[in-house]
């Protein structure tokens, strides 16, 4: 086996602290957000007016707690990073896309073949360190996956905050064009039955540390039948483990990170990594090679590329990989 990439330096930003106060913060913004609207007109008149001279950072924040405020999501969406996978992820080349997997209004079938069989459900997805969940709101309602979507982060708060998101449609991925206009025009947003008929059953979020995981078996939420998950979804994840100072017989965590994800996608599914701290090369290298050759690369998400001091590169890259 190949020698592994090396490592990054320790940072801030591989610390479950760190990630815990940014979204205790940004609970905290949006429960403030949420009890200036319920407040009469007259009161949050006054209240405008009593911090008409505040800075103006907080109010950034409470504007866009809901979107791309979240560091695992605004660095890579300078680079249209979650756009590119779901279009990755919903074209006609991707092997579990939903034009292939969703039974056609003419077709007797229940399912698509894949694999080698009838599929009996929708594709199952999981995303690592989900963060807002903006990610799995992005494919179920504009991606037009309908299956069980499960996100899972190690921070409670993250937990708390996606699950809040996604009561109140909170994200702009949970709500399509259409959606924003009838908000415009003073109309009520889609009740949840509704949403639901329309776009699969609600997303699940659970709090679940990769690392020091429980027995599968004592997970109410992992698909034991199935043999894991269809598509395994990790923007940005491995970065931050990757800047983890801590180790484990004296092997910085991220060597364990690889092996440990794997046995989340079941035999023929899908892993898509997507990092803006490795190259791809490197990414093939922690997965392919951490993996004792159990992942194989499928694809590769494309990105604009540029030049430097004589060499190529880009700021972002994600690769799928496929368990043999």
């Not at 998101?165 to 949970?174: D, E, F, T, V």
């Not at 206009?181 to 949840?192: I, K, M, R, V, Y």
């Not at 039948?225 to 017989?249: C, H, P, Q, R, Y």
């Not at 990594?273 to 998400?301: A, K, P, Q, Y």
Request: proline share 6%; aromatic share 8%; glycine share 8%.
């Amino acid at each position: 086996m190949a020698d592994q990439p090396t490592h990054l330096p320790p940072s801030e930003l591989g610390t479950k602290e760190y990630w815990e106060t940014f979204y205790a913060r940004t609970l905290s913004h949006l429960s403030t957000r949420a009890s200036e609207t319920s407040k009469p007109a007259h009161q949050a008149s006054n209240r405008e007016n009593e911090n008409s001279g505040e800075e103006d950072a907080d109010s950034d924040a409470d504007s866009d707690a809901d979107d791309d405020s979240d560091p695992g999501t605004s660095w890579f969406s300078e680079h249209n990073a979650p756009e590119k996978v779901l279009d990755f992820l919903t074209s006609d080349d991707f092997p579990l896309a939903p034009a292939k997997t969703l039974p056609s209004s003419t077709s007797t079938s229940t399912g698509a073949k894949w694999n080698g069989k009838v599929l009996d459900d929708q594709p199952k997805l999981l995303d690592l360190g989900t963060g807002n969940g903006s990610m799995l709101a992005l494919l179920r309602k504009k991606g037009g996956y309908t299956g069980e979507m499960v996100g899972v982060d190690y921070s409670r708060q993250s937990v708390e905050l996606a699950r809040e998101l996604q009561k109140a449609r909170g994200h702009s991925a949970y709500r399509t064009d259409s959606d924003e206009s009838e908000d415009e025009d003073g109309n009520a947003p889609q009740s949840e039955s509704q949403t639901e008929k329309e776009g699969g059953t609600q997303i699940r979020f659970e709090e679940y540390d990769i690392l020091s995981p429980p027995p599968q078996e004592r997970l109410n939420w992992f698909p034991q039948a199935n043999g894991g998950f269809d598509i395994v979804l990790d923007k940005g994840t491995f970065d931050a483990i990757s800047l983890s100072e801590e180790t484990v017989a004296e092997k910085r965590v991220c060597e364990r990170y690889p092996p440990v994800v794997v046995g989340l996608v079941r035999r023929g599914g899908f892993l898509v990594v997507t990092s803006c701290n490795w190259t791809e090369e490197e990414i093939v290298r922690w997965f392919v090679d951490g993996t004792r050759g159990e992942l194989s690369i499928w694809g590769r998400v494309e990105y604009p590329r540029f030049r430097f001091g004589g060499k190529e590169g880009q700021g972002v890259c994600t690769v799928c990989f496929q368990r043999s």
